[in-house]
T-cell receptor
Framework: DGGITQSPKYLFRKEGQNVTLSCEQNLNHDAMYWYRQDPGQGLRLIYY???????QKGDIAEGYSVSREKKESFPLTVTSAQKNPTAFYLC?????????????FGEGSRLTVL | AQSVSQHNHHVILSEAASLELGCNYS??????LFWYVQYPGQHLQLLLKYFSGDPLVKGIKGFEAEFIKSKFSFNLRKPSVQWSDTAEYFC???????????FGGGTRLMVKP
């Protein structure tokens, strides 16, 4: 099946540790995104990438880093500099050309900092 | 910068009741508007979208939304809800310069059987 796979689904981390969330897509989409979802705040954009080897900061990029070495993969690292990392993280992708407005989302990764 | 406001955080309805979820956005230029839905345990998915043309757009599962430019609104409606409509609904806006979405805070809808 075509889609977006995020792993792990649940992750626990101690304060001061970096963690990396995986996002893989087999939809042949050019653009990929990371959103953070918090209750009552909707989805906020962390980083996005419209092409391999290029990415831009979203609205809340501080304390996060990404890479886009392959079209299919867009991992997100939550660093120890992120002050409030406990959240639900969603990865999404979209076609670049002739964009219909539709983002395709993964199932999400829930990160809890202990 | 653009922003999106959803006024109702939680809505509880009985089956067959009518639904209207409010969405207002702030952006001075041309926008594309969307409603996404997240059913329990499922991926977030597109419900409907407005790019241009008829301001009343129809989506999946009997949902519709009306774009009122003068009010900067894009409210979601359904004449008669079902228990299976229980979900979280997100309004989103994109300016026509790019392909990024700004989401509202979401509305949790619970439909009682």
């Amino acid at each position: 099946d075509g889609g977006i796979t995020q792993s792990p689904k649940y992750l626990f981390r101690k304060e001061g540790q970096n963690v990396t969330l995986s996002c893989e897509q087999n939809l042949n989409h050019d653009a990929m995104y990371w959103y953070r979802q918090d209750p009552g705040q909707g989805l906020r954009l962390i980083y996005y990438s419209q092409i391999v080897n290029d990415f831009q900061k979203g609205d809340i990029a501080e304390g996060y880093s990404v890479s886009r070495e392959k079209k299919e993969s867009f991992p997100l690292t939550v660093t120890s500099a992120q002050k409030n990392p406990t959240a639900f993280y969603l990865c999404a992708s979209s076609m670049q050309q002739g964009w219909s407005g539709e983002l395709f989302f993964g199932e999400g990764s829930r990160l809890t900092v202990l | 910068a653009q922003s999106v406001s959803q006024h109702n955080h939680h809505v509880i309805l009985s089956e067959a009741a009518s639904l209207e979820l409010g969405c207002n956005y702030s952006y001075g230029g041309t926008v594309n508007l969307f409603w996404y839905v997240q059913y329990p345990g499922q991926h977030l998915q597109l419900l409907l979208k407005y790019f241009s043309g008829d301001p009343l757009v129809k989506g999946i599962k009997g949902f519709e939304a009306e774009f009122i430019k003068s009010k900067f609104s894009f409210n979601l409606r359904k004449p008669s809800v079902q228990w299976s409509d229980t979900a979280e609904y997100f309004c989103a806006v994109a300016n026509n310069a790019g392909n990024m979405l700004t989401f509202g805070g979401g509305t949790r809808l619970m439909v009682k059987p």
